[in-house]
């Protein structure tokens, strides 16, 4: 094979740690006329372009962007693409939420056209929004599943998705049985899992949708398949809690149930985590599971507000996630806007780099993939974004009085959205291009 090897020239940022551990200084690299090089799709170096042009071949190409940040993609820890034609559902919380929007809109996607079409439409979005890995939720159709990772597959993207599991609490439409669960997800899994840049995650939808013997079959695929992901909901809501303990009398609390069902595990990915006591998130951390934080989804739906000191305190793993459709934007910078707001709200300060790693390296250690995703260490993906800092008159006024990268970062998170991604790479591959 030949190789490939192409330079982007710009100022470069991403996080190399969690700021909870070292500090924010030591958290990041950032080098403000930078160079990124990709080999065959992968990083090869980031560095100073001084340092790092001189020792460039002659003939490599650098591209170079003027007024612009180039940071590692996003990854997005938690979303349903089935609900994309759901976004901005009024005036409901999660149950009622459930019953009058979701279960009529993922219904549609046992028409596998369907399924092919929303999937492309939800991918363009995720690339416009500069995410380039998403942990995502299918319907309880297989083909929704075969319908996303063939979408997928053909821009050579790294996604995690899985078929949901449900056989109870869910309109007969939606509903699939404990056996089915198991055999679907089981050729899903061989069909997809370890393909290309593909993961299958186990999917049950919550406690409250799916029976003992299903949550027991979901443990079971997760014993007989290295590697799995476990990808769920867990805490969103009072009254969804309520409802667990109500259908599981034997357990505890929520957490107690998968675990249980043996579906803790460090490539567990539970979804909001709200309401959790301490022991909860001793239970998460002692098991390397890990929480998506969906603040626009919490906000939106009036769930509460998540407690990421609580979280840092007991070292649980934490990733971003848009929710979508109960969130409200695939943008995880605005994602981030009202995680930092969700904070304020409990009084608490989020730091920019600590936002920049929940929506990077920090969503890729969650989902145990650091080594290929999340940073610009040499031998990655080369999935990256530039970020535009003309993107808006408002964005370009604004950052002429930002005195640091810092506080860029900061505006950028607060009032950047889709318009702010100026293009996102895919194993080196341009994938988008803003108009
Ligand atoms: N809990 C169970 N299903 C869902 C869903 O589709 N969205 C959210 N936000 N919570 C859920
Ligand atoms: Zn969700």
């Not at 996080?15 to 990709?38: N, R, T, W």
């Not at 299958?200 to 443990?219: K, M, N």
């Not at 702010?420 to 988008?432: P, Q, Y």
Request: hydrophobic share 40%; charged share 20%.
């Amino acid at each position: 094979m030949t190789t490939t090897i192409k330079a982007y020239r710009a100022a470069i940022l991403h996080s190399i740690a969690d700021p909870a551990e070292v500090g924010i200084e030591q958290s990041y690299q950032y080098f403000e006329d930078g160079l990124l090089l990709v080999e065959n799709g992968q990083i090869s170096a980031v560095g100073h372009a001084k340092d790092l042009l001189p020792a460039l071949a002659s003939n490599v190409e650098v591209t170079e962007y003027r007024d612009a940040l180039i940071t590692p993609g996003f990854i997005d820890t938690h979303i349903h693409y089935p609900q994309t034609g759901m976004i901005a559902a009024y005036g409901e919380q999660l149950l009622d939420w459930l019953n009058t929007y979701t279960f009529p809109t993922e219904k549609q996607f046992a028409d596998k056209a369907h399924a092919a079409d929303v999937a492309n439409i939800f991918l363009k979005e995720l690339l416009r929004n500069g995410t380039t890995t998403a942990l995502v939720f299918g319907s309880v159709h297989k083909q929704s599943v075969d319908a996303f990772f063939e979408a997928s597959e053909a821009l050579n993207l790294r996604m995690i998705a899985g078929k949901v599991m449900m056989d109870r609490n869910a309109p007969d439409y939606l509903t699939d049985t404990a056996q089915s669960s198991y055999a679907d997800s089981k050729e899903l899994i061989e069909r997809w899992h370890g393909k290309a840049r593909l993961h299958y995650a186990v999917t049950p939808r919550f406690a409250p949708t799916s029976t003992p013997e299903q949550l027991t079959y979901a443990g079971k695929l997760l014993q007989e398949y290295p590697g799995l992901y476990m990808h769920t909901h867990l805490s969103e809501n009072l009254d969804e809690i309520a409802w667990v303990k109500a259908l599981f009398p034997e357990q505890k609390g929520y957490l107690d149930v998968y675990d249980h069902f043996q579906l803790l595990s460090e490539r567990s990915m539970f979804a909001h985590g709200v309401h959790l006591c301490d022991e909860e998130c001793q239970r998460l951390a002692q098991t390397g599971s890990a929480i998506a934080h969906c603040p626009t989804s919490n906000l939106f739906l009036g769930s509460g507000l998540f407690n990421l000191k609580q979280a840092e305190q007991f070292k649980v793993n934490v990733g971003l996630g848009t929710d979508v459709g109960a969130g409200t934007s695939f943008s995880m910078l605005q994602t981030l806007n009202e995680a930092y707001k969700v904070q304020q709200l409990q009084r608490n300060k989020l730091n920019p780099f600590k936002s920049l790693y929940l929506a990077t390296l920090g969503g890729a250690r969650a989902l145990r993939l650091e080594d290929k995703i999340g940073s610009f260490a040499s031998g990655n993906d080369a999935d990256f974004i530039v970020l535009d800092y003309h993107a808006t008159p408002l964005l370009s006024y604004r950052l002429q009085q930002a005195k640091d990268v810092e506080e860029k970062l900061f505006v950028l998170m607060t009032i950047g959205d889709d318009r702010a991604i100026k293009e996102t790479f895919a194993a080196g591959r341009s994938v988008h291009q803003r108009g």
